[in-house]
Nanobody
Framework: QVQLVESGGGLVQPGGSLRLSCAAS????????MGWYRQAPGKQRELVAV???????NYAESVKGRFTISEDNAKNTVYLQMNSLKPEDTAVYYC?????????????WGQGTQVTVSS
């Protein structure tokens, strides 16, 4: 099992910044991607950013140039630096990890952290 604990959400004004953290623990060997998804009220959960075990990254078009995903392997932690935040970024942000064990892929989710962008 893998446990993911997010932190760093909150209320911020438009144009502001926040940094989300996701600490992974447990049976983390075999994790090959970690990422952030978000879900706004009445909408489907969507990918925000992902980072692979080789350091490759991918972003949703809506956040490119504003958000940066990074990792600290020594701390088993992934970060999402969010700059120039917009009201449409308001959502619950979920950390995600994908782990390969033999031929099976396991997907883990954190509990979510609320990000609200409002004046």
């Amino acid at each position: 099992q893998v446990q993911l604990v997010e932190s760093g959400g909150g209320l911020v004004q438009p144009g502001g910044s926040l940094r989300l953290s996701c600490a992974a623990s447990g049976s983390i060997f075999g994790i090959y991607t970690m990422g952030w998804y978000r879900q706004a009220p009445g909408k489907q959960r969507e990918l925000v950013a992902v980072i692979t075990s080789t350091g490759s990254t991918n972003y949703a078009e809506s956040v490119k140039g504003r958000f940066t995903i990074s990792e600290d392997n020594a701390k088993n932690t992934v970060y999402l630096q969010m700059n120039s935040l917009k009201p449409e970024d308001t959502a619950v942000y979920y950390c995600n990890a994908r782990k390969q064990q033999a031929t099976v892929t396991y997907i883990y989710w954190g509990q979510g952290t609320q990000v609200t962008v409002s004046s």
